[in-house]
């Protein structure tokens, strides 16, 4: 049974050395309160939304400091992230974290332990150029950036960590969360509104400050298997989204989400109205070639493939000695088995060039040498290490190999059938179902040797992963069709934007926290505490979908079993009173010019069940009313008019009035409220014409009483 955690204040500390651009509206001596997990006695049942979950919100106008409030915690956590990798030698593909200076701020969240209810008080700190985390009694501080001696005293009884090793830092996991950031808006993480933090960069082992660079930048690359404790998403190149990648990428992390949910008994609603229906395979353009051709005289793919098929077939060149490291026959190499040879040769180049874990092998891992020979003198011990290297993918049960595995599960079962099986025949196939791939797939497999099966796959590896571990290799794309509640099939991409927009959210979320939870290498930071943060979350949705977005998020994470192995702390910051009705107010932040407004005492009502237009009300400080502007400026000039003694005012007359309130007024109060006006204005008119009229007839008659006058 996994623990439950939730981030529960932010302490930003007084003191006349803060980084003002990180400041902004946030307030020097400000305690900004999350929930009340962190209290002796809680406010909330600790499964209260679902054991292992906790959710927290902050609310506030625009322009209130809560993207700065956020702003801050991800300088925090990449702060921390240049300390934990500071010590440890970099891969070329890796981030090189640069440390924003003169941050004066506490970051505390808690542990709550599941079967007695004890609480474990954590705080992440980070004061000037020391970085320094507490877990209960254990607490610890890093070798402070620039060597300055102004904290000693705060920090004097932790533990020194200094010349990390990556055994080392395994050790710590237990000590940490990691954070996954969702914002799609497009003002944020614009990178010229970082530039003025200053950035400290590590050149030749000493940090040298730089203006002009931003350390945002750094926060979106990838491949460093999950070291750096944030990731943001979606991914930004210096500011910019690549909607189209993006999408491609969500068609991945979707499929095996889809799947799931298809072969689920009940509840097979993927999403709010739809279900899985199709899912169709096609052999991709070749742009896996064409990356590898490149690097050879080739001249077209044919050609580069000739080249390749040679090599596999001489054991004398690199890709013949990866093929037959994993066990294929490399005399079988042409056709489609040829093409899987290619990837599984390109991967593993790929693997041992970007991780960390695979350092000692980095010179093998060259895209360039997928057709090269190996030289005589070398040759017994490259192909030593291609041995150790293959073993040692093989034995790796994270992320990081899961596309080996799909190829390997393929070339095994093509290894026990002819070209002219039915399985040859459905690859070669202009498109092949998931269905059918799966099922003749799946008969095959049995008749793989036991053994083979415990080295090719991951046998302890959990429902999405096993689901994950079986797809097609990626030499095939995927087209996805869902059916809606009334059985039509609607095609993945065509889905409405708020549609999509919540596929995008929910699928790189699951997609990162599988990631996370395949991770267990003694030699890597295992996070088992996972700290979500969606920004904007109701962007593009409808009303309904916000109103299910809470209630879907906790469905997610529960139905796909991830809670039995993660903890996880939500932190929603919305402007949508249908999502914030699913959080009890002691779960709120609430901002208002940069401070924390104290909810029990400003904020009456709680939003948790309440009636949308109260929350409207309080809990996003609309003090003049639920009506637009423009409405309730016409509203207020026909009133003012009505009011008035004049025939005319403002552009304003009794029929154009009287057109306005039965033709354009859709509140029904306000409606019969006007009519009321109207028909006072009506009649005072009348009565003052009546009188104007009397008045006349006097002057006229001279006072005289004229019978039939």
Same mark, same amino acid.
């Given at each position: 049974?996994?623990?439950?955690?939730?981030?529960?204040?932010?302490?930003?500390?007084?003191?006349?050395?803060?980084?003002?651009?990180?400041?902004?509206?946030?307030?020097?001596?400000?305690?900004?309160?999350?929930?009340?997990?962190?209290?002796? +006695?809680?406010?909330?049942?600790?499964?209260?939304?679902?054991?292992?979950?906790?959710?927290?919100?902050?609310?506030?106008?625009?322009?209130?400091?809560?993207?700065?409030?956020?702003?801050?915690?991800?300088?925090? @956590?990449?702060?921390?992230?240049? +300390?934990?990798?500071?010590?440890?030698?970099?891969?070329?593909?890796?981030?090189?974290?640069? @440390?924003?200076?003169?941050?004066?701020?506490?970051?505390?969240?808690?542990?709550?332990?599941?079967?007695?209810?004890?609480?474990?008080?954590?705080?992440?700190?980070?004061?000037?150029?020391?970085?320094?985390?507490?877990?209960?009694?254990?607490?610890?501080?890093?070798?402070?950036?620039?060597?300055?001696?102004?904290?000693?005293?705060?920090?004097?009884?932790?533990?020194?960590?200094?010349?990390?090793?990556?055994?080392?830092?395994?050790?710590?996991?237990?000590?940490?969360?990691?954070?996954?950031?969702?914002?799609?808006?497009?003002?944020?993480?614009?990178?010229?509104?970082?530039?003025?933090?200053?950035?400290?960069?590590?050149?030749?082992?000493?940090?040298?400050?730089?203006?002009?660079?931003?350390?945002?930048?750094?926060?979106?690359?990838?491949?460093?298997?999950?070291?750096?404790?944030?990731?943001?998403?979606?991914?930004?190149?210096?500011?910019?989204?690549?909607?189209?990648?993006?999408?491609?990428?969500?068609?991945?992390?979707?499929?095996?989400?889809?799947?799931?949910?298809?072969?689920?008994?009940?509840?097979?609603?993927?999403?709010?109205?739809?279900?899985?229906?199709?899912?169709?395979?096609?052999?991709?353009?070749?742009?896996?070639?064409?990356?590898?051709?490149?690097?050879?005289?080739?001249?077209?793919?044919?050609?580069?493939?000739?080249?390749? +098929?040679?090599?596999?077939?001489?054991?004398?060149?690199?890709?013949?000695?990866?093929?037959?490291?994993?066990? @294929?026959?490399?005399?079988?190499?042409?056709?489609?088995?040829?093409?899987?040879?290619?990837?599984?040769?390109?991967?593993?180049?790929?693997?041992?060039?970007?991780?960390?874990?695979?350092?000692?092998?980095?010179?093998?891992?060259?895209?360039?040498?997928?057709?090269?020979?190996?030289?005589?003198?070398?040759?017994?011990?490259?192909?030593?290490?291609?041995?150790?290297?293959?073993?040692? =993918?093989?034995?790796?049960?994270?992320?990081?190999?899961?596309?080996?595995?799909?190829?390997?599960?393929?070339?095994?079962?093509?290894?026990?059938?002819?070209?002219?099986?039915?399985?040859?025949?459905?690859?070669?196939?202009?498109?092949?179902?998931?269905?059918?791939?799966?099922?003749?797939?799946?008969?095959?497999?049995?008749?793989?040797?036991?053994?083979?099966?415990?080295?090719?796959?991951?046998?302890?590896?959990?429902?999405?992963?096993?689901?994950?571990?079986?797809?097609?290799?990626?030499?095939?794309?995927?087209?996805?069709?869902?059916?809606?509640?009334?059985?039509?099939?609607?095609?993945?991409?065509?889905?409405?934007?708020?549609?999509?927009?919540?596929?995008?959210?929910?699928?790189?979320?699951?997609?990162?926290?599988?990631?996370?939870?395949?991770?267990?290498? %003694? %030699?890597?930071?295992?996070?088992?505490?996972?700290?979500?943060?969606?920004?904007?979350?109701?962007?593009?949705?409808?009303?309904?979908?916000?109103?299910?977005?809470?209630?879907?998020?906790?469905?997610?994470?529960?139905?796909?079993?991830?809670?039995?192995?993660?903890?996880?702390? =939500?932190?929603?910051?919305?402007?949508?009173?249908?999502?914030?009705?699913?959080?009890?107010?002691?779960?709120?932040?609430?901002?208002?010019?940069?401070?924390?407004?104290?909810? *029990?005492?400003?904020?009456?009502?709680?939003?948790?069940?309440?009636?949308?237009?109260?929350?409207?009300?309080?809990?996003?400080?609309?003090?003049?009313?639920?009506?637009?502007?423009?409405?309730?400026?016409?509203?207020?000039?026909?009133?003012?008019?009505?009011?008035?003694?004049?025939?005319?005012?403002?552009?304003?007359?009794?029929?154009?009035?009287?057109?306005?309130?039965?033709?354009?007024?859709?509140?029904?109060?306000?409606?019969?409220?006007?009519?009321?006006?109207?028909?006072?204005? =009506?009649?005072?008119?009348?009565?003052?014409?009546?009188?104007?009229? *009397?008045?006349?007839?006097?002057?006229?008659?001279?006072?005289?009483?004229?019978?039939?006058?």
């Amino acid at each position: 049974m996994i623990a439950n955690f939730a981030l529960t204040r932010l302490v930003i500390r007084k003191d006349d050395r803060w980084n003002r651009n990180v400041l902004r509206i946030l307030k020097q001596g400000e305690q900004y309160q999350f929930n009340g997990y962190g209290d002796e +006695c809680g406010s909330l049942e600790r499964d209260f939304f679902a054991a292992g979950v906790t959710i927290s919100a902050i609310v506030g106008k625009n322009g209130s400091g809560k993207s700065s409030l956020l702003d801050l915690t991800y300088r925090m @956590f990449n702060n921390l992230g240049y +300390c934990l990798k500071r010590s440890l030698k970099h891969k070329p593909t890796e981030p090189h974290l640069g @440390f924003v200076p003169d941050l004066y701020a506490d970051l505390d969240f808690v542990v709550i332990d599941p079967k007695t209810d004890v609480k474990t008080y954590c705080c992440i700190h980070n004061y000037g150029d020391t970085v320094a985390f507490e877990y209960g009694k254990e607490k610890f501080k890093f070798h402070r950036i620039r060597g300055k001696a102004d904290n000693e005293d705060e920090f004097a009884g932790y533990e020194p960590l200094e010349s990390l090793t990556r055994k080392e830092l395994g050790k710590l996991s237990h000590c940490l969360f990691y954070t996954i950031v969702i914002n799609y808006s497009m003002q944020a993480f614009l990178p010229d509104e970082y530039t003025s933090d200053g950035t400290l960069w590590l050149q030749d082992n000493e940090p040298i400050l730089a203006m002009k660079s931003t350390w945002i930048d750094e926060m979106f690359h990838k491949n460093d298997g999950y070291m750096t404790p944030i990731v943001l998403n979606p991914y930004r190149n210096h500011g910019t989204i690549d909607m189209g990648n993006i999408d491609e990428l969500i068609d991945t992390y979707a499929l095996s989400l889809l799947i799931f949910y298809k072969n689920r008994k009940r509840q097979k609603e993927f999403m709010p109205g739809y279900t899985t229906g199709r899912i169709e395979f096609s052999r991709n353009d070749g742009k896996l070639i064409d990356k590898c051709r490149q690097f050879t005289g080739a001249a077209d793919r044919q050609q580069f493939m000739n080249l390749f +098929c040679d090599a596999v077939k001489d054991p004398m060149h690199y890709a013949s000695q990866i093929v037959r490291a994993y066990g @294929f026959d490399t005399d079988r190499a042409n056709g489609m088995t040829a093409e899987l040879y290619l990837y599984l040769v390109y991967k593993t180049f790929a693997i041992a060039a970007k991780y960390a874990d695979y350092e000692v092998y980095s010179e093998i891992g060259r895209v360039r040498n997928c057709v090269k020979p190996i030289g005589d003198a070398d040759f017994e011990k490259v192909c030593s290490s291609i041995r150790d290297l293959v073993k040692l =993918i093989l034995s790796d049960p994270s992320h990081i190999t899961f596309k080996i595995r799909q190829t390997c599960y393929l070339l095994c079962c093509l290894e026990l059938v002819n070209r002219n099986s039915h399985l040859g025949k459905m690859l070669q196939c202009e498109r092949f179902t998931i269905d059918d791939y799966v099922l003749l797939t799946s008969v095959i497999w049995k008749q793989v040797s036991q053994e083979r099966q415990s080295v090719m796959m991951n046998g302890k590896a959990q429902y999405l992963e096993r689901i994950i571990q079986t797809l097609p290799p990626p030499l095939f794309n995927a087209n996805i069709v869902l059916k809606n509640k009334n059985g039509v099939e609607v095609d993945f991409h065509h889905l409405s934007s708020g549609e999509r927009q919540f596929m995008h959210t929910l699928c790189t979320m699951v997609y990162h926290i599988n990631n996370i939870r395949t991770i267990k290498s %003694t %030699t890597r930071l295992r996070y088992r505490k996972i700290n979500i943060v969606l920004d904007e979350a109701e962007l593009c949705f409808h009303p309904e979908m916000q109103r299910r977005f809470v209630d879907a998020l906790i469905k997610y994470l529960s139905v796909t079993g991830l809670t039995w192995y993660c903890a996880f702390h =939500i932190l929603i910051v919305t402007h949508s009173p249908f999502i914030l009705s699913d959080i009890p107010q002691c779960n709120i932040l609430y901002l208002e010019e940069g401070r924390q407004i104290n909810g *029990e005492n400003a904020i009456t009502v709680n939003p948790f069940g309440a009636n949308v237009n109260d929350v409207l009300a309080q809990s996003f400080f609309l003090d003049r009313g639920f009506v637009g502007e423009f409405a309730k400026k016409k509203i207020e000039g026909i009133v003012s008019y009505l009011k008035s003694d004049k025939l005319v005012k403002d552009g304003w007359n009794m029929d154009k009035a009287e057109r306005f309130i039965h033709r354009i007024i859709g509140e029904p109060i306000i409606r019969k409220m006007l009519e009321d006006m109207l028909l006072a204005a =009506i009649n005072e008119a009348m009565r003052k014409i009546d009188e104007d009229s *009397e008045k006349e007839l006097s002057a006229v008659t001279g006072g005289l009483n004229i019978p039939g006058l």
